[in-house]
Structure formats: C-alpha cells, structure tokens
C-alpha cells in the first residue's frame, strides 16, 4: 500500500513537472534586420540570443520580420502583449543623445520602466568583434539578449556580471558562453514579468 502512494505520489510529481515543462512563458520577438547585414550572422546572432533568453526558462520564438530587409514574415498585425521587436540597424551618425560606445538602446515607458522596442548597431558590434577577434554573430545574439533583458528589467538595470553587465569590455567579450547569462534572479523576475504580459 505505502509503495503504491508513493508510486503515485511520484508519477503526479513527474506530470505536473512535464506539463511546467511543456507550457512555459512565451515571449516572441519581432526581429528587423535593416542593415542588411548576411542571413548566416543574422542566424548565428539569433540562436546566441535564443540559447542565452532560453536559459531564463522562457521559451523565445524569433520572428524576422520585414520582407524588403531580407525576412521571411511581412509582421504587419499589431503587436501583441507578449512581443517585443528588435531591429538591427547601423547606428546613427550624430546623435548627441547617444552614447559614442553603446551597442544598443531600448526605448522604455517610463510609468512602467519596461518596453518593446530595442534597436541594435550592427555595425558597431561589428567593429568590436573584429578588433578582439570574436564571431560577430555572437556578439550580436548576446546584445540582442541583453537589450530585451532592459526591456524586461528596466533602464537602469544591470548587473555585476553576465549578459546584463554594463560594461563590455575587450576581455569580456572573449569570455565563454556561461558567462553570457542572466543570472537566477534575473531569470525568475523576467519570467514573471512575461507571464504577467
């Protein structure tokens, strides 16, 4: 009798634990590629971004959007709760307003600190990427994630370390994958955000 409670117990464990596992937070992003930059770095930027917002236990799902800049879906509906968009673009010539080193911004509802709208300098990573020896996709993936992170987590987050550091420097940027995450805290906060969306 105890063994079958506990065999029971157990498979209820083991169901409930499956079906978390199979119905997690869904966040889609809405991804521009306006600078044109090639489809295999756009993809290797994409799946960095995936692997790092994936391990926050948010299933991600990347749409590229815009037909004439090289995407596969026009994303003309209206943006949904649970979307962002981030657009890929050489970053502007003058604008006092931004910093001469960022690699992206995020534009925030200052009510809320949260958002939808990150954009990326490509060219900017790029030049960084190039001048430490490091794949530019990559490099790329992990800005991508650490502006929906802002998105996310506000403005004026950042963390000691991880995807959301504030300052990247040349070394940083040789280090590997595991220490380009969110940290558990960061993760638990944006997953409820997102489900809260």
């Known amino acids: 009798m105890r063994v079958t409670a506990v065999c029971a117990l157990s498979a209820t464990l083991l169901m409930t634990a499956g079906s978390r596992a199979e ?3 869904t966040l889609t992003v ?5 600078s044109g930059i090639p489809s295999d770095q756009l993809a290797a930027a994409r ?10 236990g ?22 949904k709760r649970s979307e962002v968009v981030v657009r890929v673009i050489d970053a502007p010539t003058f604008n006092a307003t931004l910093h001469p ?14 958002g939808w709208l990150a ?12 001048h430490v020896g490091v794949d530019a996709g990559i490099v790329l993936g992990r800005v991508m ?3 929906v992170g802002h998105l996310l987590l506000g403005i004026d987050y950042h963390g000691a370390n991880g995807v959301m550091r504030a300052e990247w420097s040349d070394d940083a940027l040789h280090h590997d994958a595991d220490d380009w995450r969110f940290s558990m805290v960061e993760a638990e906060q944006m997953q409820r955000i997102v489900a809260s969306l």
């Open 23 to 25: 119905s997690p937070v």
């Open 30 to 34: 809405r991804l521009y590629n306006t």
């Open 47 to 56: 799946d960095a971004a995936d692997v790092i917002l994936r391990d926050t």
């Open 58 to 79: 948010i299933n991600v799902t990347f749409r590229l959007c815009g037909q004439r800049a090289g995407g596969t879906d026009s994303c003309d509906e209206p943006l």
């Open 101 to 114: 080193a960022a690699y992206g911004v995020t534009y925030i509802v200052k009510e809320t600190n949260r």
């Open 119 to 130: 954009t990326v300098f490509s060219d900017r990573v790029r030049t960084a990427a190039e």
């Open 145 to 147: 994630a650490h502006e």
